[in-house]
């Protein structure tokens, strides 16, 4: 089912409910998430790390990588998580932001409707009898908003990327066993060469923009590529 992502309405959603998925069968079919940089310390011990070009703007977006095609997630599959740590973009589902990201003040909380979270007969309530938000909307909103600051965050620390020249592409090629090799096109990584030839200028900015930290780990994630293989090897036997 498509999602139908709307402007949440006291007075049209009032009997909605949220479901609990502790297991995130939603994200069951995502290979690709997109990751904010303040995810990365937590993302690197469980799954690689990538930058994606988005073609319809052309600009660049961090991602942690689930699977090695579309639709496949060896993370979350089979009602169960493999990992320490959840996304923010799998935890704020079924929920996004609509307005200005610009002001706070403007912005508007959706919900997807048609998402498999939402409800009129179980679930935590998005609105009270008096049709105030009640606690876990206002709690999803509060997280919605820090997610905004972090996504610009994000892409100011991206565009420090490409203005130094330090990412490229990342040409990751999957040995499958029987199912032979297999090619995942479109992914990009810091390189560690252009990053061992920055100038002292370079580096002083990176350092006071405190972006090593995000970078070294990003580095430190690609390890977790062979993870997945072996969380793929599991499911696979499994089906």
């Known amino acids: 089912m498509s999602k139908n992502i709307v402007a949440l309405d006291a007075s049209e959603h009032s009997g909605l409910k949220i479901k609990s998925d502790k297991t995130y069968s939603h994200a069951s079919k995502q290979y690709m998430v997109p990751l ?10 469980n799954f690689p790390i990538f930058f994606v070009k988005q073609q319809e703007t052309g600009r660049f977006k961090s991602v942690a990588l689930m699977g090695f095609e579309e639709e496949e997630n060896v993370v979350f599959s089979n009602n169960k998580v493999n990992s320490t740590y959840v996304p923010v973009h799998f935890r704020r589902q079924p929920f996004a932001v609509g307005g200005s990201h610009e002001d706070n003040d403007n912005m508007i909380l959706c919900v997807d409707i048609n998402s498999p979270l939402v409800s009129e007969k179980e679930g935590v309530a998005l609105f009270d009898d008096q049709k105030n ?11 919605l908003v820090d997610l905004i600051a972090k996504e610009k965050a994000t892409e100011l620390f991206i565009e420090t990327l490409l203005e130094c020249d330090l990412l490229e592409i990342a040409d990751l090629k ?56 072996d969380l793929k090897s599991v499911l696979d036997k499994k089906q």
């Open 36 to 45: 904010v940089a303040a995810e990365f310390l937590s993302s690197s011990t």
């Open 133 to 143: 938000p009640s606690e876990m909307t206002t709690n999803v909103s509060d997280m």
């Open 174 to 229: 999957i040995n499958l066993g029987d199912a032979g090799e297999r090619k995942i096109n479109g992914l990009y990584k810091i390189s560690e060469e252009a990053l061992n030839e920055l100038t002292d200028e370079q580096v002083l900015a990176l350092y006071n923009s405190k972006y090593f930290a995000a970078i070294y780990c990003h580095l430190a994630s690609l390890s977790q590529i062979k993870r997945l293989l």
